[in-house]
């Protein structure tokens, strides 16, 4: 695998884990008790975003994600054959187009 390919790849993987783990432990103004929402903002705005945190979780996630898709690309284990839930395609050698 080029290391272009591995910098693409992992760059999907990491994108899909942020958005993974960006909602868990955020809350919103109604668990918080006496917090009270500013004028103009949203009620569902979560009051303790944290994107650095966000990023930590991300980043192990994609690593360990990237991991085993590299163990899967390196060894084999789970082929393009073995995610064909439909069988083979019918044989079509037999009619006449």
Known sequence: MQWTSIIAIYSLFWVLCAFLVMPFGL???????GHRVERGHADSAPVNFRPRRIALRATAL???MFGLFYLNYVYGWISVDDLNVFGSPPDTSKYDY
């Open 62 to 64: 994609s690593v360990a």
């Open 27 to 33: 809350r919103t103004p109604d668990e918080v008790p």
